[in-house]
């Protein structure tokens, strides 16, 4: 008999990493014969900084009239959206749900991750319901949960010890959590892969066979870059383009073409996975980026993302790819457009990522 599954993580977020690490755990629980359902929540601190009247009382003038110009005249944001409606569309999902005593009795596991749903930084604060804050809720689950980079104190301690104490099975993504979790809370605790390496080039390629054509047709350096940081990698994107004669691209909101070539606009999470898998070089500071770089075999540099800089250094330690991590001072040397090492990592994350799916699928079923 199936076990019913309720997976419980960020919803609707128009952002790559966010959708692609949920459809993946949500495929990952399919593939071990769950009956898999989505809780339909959203954090209500994410909701409202997500509104108008957040943007106009909290954000600085600058910012809100780049995001005005890029909503009203560009309809960049509205597009931004519905380039992931019909994605999220292809997965099952419950009634809404608004506190966590909704879901008693609902499902046989309550599964929560893998995304960074126990980063206060982003919840304002620990959520109830991604903590699964109700001692009636059985069985409780943490795969590939995430804190990012934040730093706890006393009291941010005390509450995550009262919640995660009662996990059935805890694993998180970054050694530095599972160091945390172990220190303060229970030793119970293990670090699995991001849910994007447990399917491989073929899988993700095969996910969404109709776009088996090559999106574009020249020679590409592939920019993903999150937050203000779009200068500093395309000022090397633009570097590496010149050296191996390729043309510079952009999945970008920022409607600045210096040094870039092309921008490419409503482009969807199958369509992201398809750009980056036929780029000849990926420059970007985004975690999901540098993680799809590697899975998919692609030379890459990952540039430091201040405000969240130790998941991907973490990833490229554990995978033997530190020199992929630009710092500024890094000599652009001729292996790095080779994938010599990638392969390397590659066969050190399909180990990684066949514990992984034996820990969930003991998790689940034991």
């Given amino acids: 008999m199936k076990k019913k599954v309720w997976l419980i993580t960020y919803v609707g977020s128009a952002n790559y990493g ?17 009956d898999v359902a989505i809780v339909n929540y959203e954090n209500k601190y994410e909701v409202k ?17 780049v995001w005005l110009i890029s909503s009203f005249v560009f309809d960049v944001r509205k597009n931004s959206i519905n380039n992931f409606s019909e994605f999220y569309k292809s997965m099952t999902y419950t009634r809404k749900i608004y506190k966590v005593n909704e879901m008693i009795g609902k499902a046989d596991i309550y599964c929560v991750g893998s995304d960074q749903v126990w980063n206060p930084k982003i919840t304002h604060g620990f959520d109830e319901v991604f903590c699964l804050a109700n001692d009636d809720l059985h069985k409780k689950i943490s795969f590939a949960s995430s804190m990012g980079s934040a730093e706890f104190g006393l009291y941010d301690t005390s509450i995550l010890k009262t919640h995660l104490r009662n996990f059935d099975a805890l694993s998180v ?4 959590a599972a160091n945390y979790i172990k220190e303060n809370i229970t030793n119970k605790v ?6 994007t390496f447990l399917f491989d080039k073929d899988d993700w390629m095969n996910f969404w ?3 088996k054509e090559r999106p574009i047709s020249d020679k590409y350096v592939l920019i993903y870059a ?3 940081y779009f200068n500093e990698c395309n000022t090397l994107a633009r570097q590496i383009a010149n050296k191996i004669g390729a043309k510079v691209v952009a999945i970008t909101l920022s409607t600045r073409k210096k040094n870039v070539d092309e921008i490419l606009t409503n482009v969807t999470p199958e369509l ?6 036929n780029a000849s070089f990926v420059v970007t500071n985004s975690f999901h980026g540098t993680c799809f770089s590697i899975n998919l075999g692609i030379p890459f ?3 430091k993302y201040a405000k969240n800089p130790f998941r991907a250094s973490e990833l490229l330690e554990k995978c033997g790819l530190k020199k992929r991590f630009y710092c500024g001072k890094n000599q652009i040397e001729d292996c790095m457009f080779k994938n010599d090492d990638i392969l390397d990592a590659q066969i050190y994350l399909k180990e990684e990522s066949a514990k992984s799916m034996k820990w969930l699928r003991n998790a689940i079923y034991e």
Avoid: M, W
């Fill in 49 to 65: 900084q997500k509104s108008l009247k957040y943007l106009l009382t909290n954000v600085r003038l600058k910012q809100k009239i």
């Fill in 226 to 228: 999150l937050g203000g």
């Fill in 190 to 195: 293990v670090t699995v892969v991001d849910p």
């Fill in 301 to 303: 540099y990952s540039i």
């Fill in 209 to 211: 066979s109709y776009k």
């Fill in 173 to 176: 993504r970054e050694q530095v």
């Fill in 18 to 34: 966010a959708a692609l690490q949920l459809f993946a755990t949500y495929k990952a629980l399919e593939k071990i014969g769950c």
């Fill in 272 to 277: 992201f996975v398809h750009y980056i898998a």
